[in-house]
């Protein structure tokens, strides 16, 4: 079993391009979630999908958007990247709402 | 806003001792759950303790809920080097679908 997978792991940006991360999880999960991470900041949410073909804002949305079309994978995607989403992303799943999340090892987005 | 906070912010040990980290939160929740994260790695589930609960135990791991004073601790007992990590506390939202995150402890266990 792979989990939760993310790619790509790195990716460097300059101000203004476009880019999608992938995640895709294995275990038949309902619910996914996209966070960033930044320091002193903790995980900060920003949408989520209670299952296919849904999406919902969390925390901090704005900049970003999100779909599910297949329940194995969550897109997150950033339009018009900015110097402020420079972060390290993560992207969870689990099986029943707020229960115990599985975690990726992350994506380390850098915007120039 | 961030549900949980973490006390202390970073905490440093020698291998042996037992390393102690608090959280508080601001509302009523129905779990509460310690996750790790070793340095440039995803975050790891430690244990999960629900409401109606008041300690739970797995190995050296002992969470304690204190819903009147909306705050939680973990306990590591006889810490290892290999227990060096960041620890963060998480609780659902009051809508029930969200995982909600502190800023984490940062907990540096010397050998």
């Known amino acids: 079993n792979a989990g939760v997978t993310q790619t790509p792991k790195f990716r460097v940006l300059k101000t203004g391009q476009s880019m999608t991360l992938l995640c895709a999880q294995d275990?038949?999960?309902?619910?996914m979630y996209w966070y960033r991470q930044d320091p002193g900041m903790g995980l900060r949410l920003i949408h989520y999908?209670?299952?296919?073909?849904?999406?919902a804002k969390g925390e901090v949305p704005d900049g970003y958007n999100v779909s599910r079309l297949k329940k194995q994978n969550f897109l997150l995607g950033l339009e018009s990247a900015a110097p402020s989403q420079t972060s390290v992303y993560f992207c969870?799943?689990?099986?029943?709402?707020?229960?115990?999340?599985?975690f990726g090892e992350g994506s380390r987005l850098t915007v120039l | 806003s961030q549900q949980g906070e973490e006390d202390p912010q970073a905490l440093s040990i020698q291998e042996g001792e037992n390393a102690t980290m608090n959280c508080s939160y601001k509302t009523s929740i129905n779990n509460l759950q310690w996750y790790r994260q070793n340095s440039g790695r995803g975050l790891v589930h430690l244990i999960l303790?629900?409401?109606?609960?008041r300690e739970k135990h797995s190995g050296r791991l002992r969470v304690t809920l204190d819903t009147s004073k909306k705050s939680s601790s973990l306990l590591i007992t006889a810490s290892r080097a290999a227990d060096t990590a960041s620890y963060f506390c998480?609780?659902?939202?009051?809508?029930?679908?969200?995982?909600?995150f502190g800023a984490g402890t940062r907990l540096f266990v010397k050998a």
């Open positions: 998480a609780t659902d939202d009051t809508g029930g679908f969200k995982t909600i």
């Open positions: 303790i629900r409401s109606n609960e």
């Open positions: 969870a799943s689990s099986y029943r709402p707020t229960g115990e999340l599985f």
């Open positions: 275990m038949n999960h309902e619910y």
């Open positions: 999908s209670v299952g296919e073909g849904t999406t």
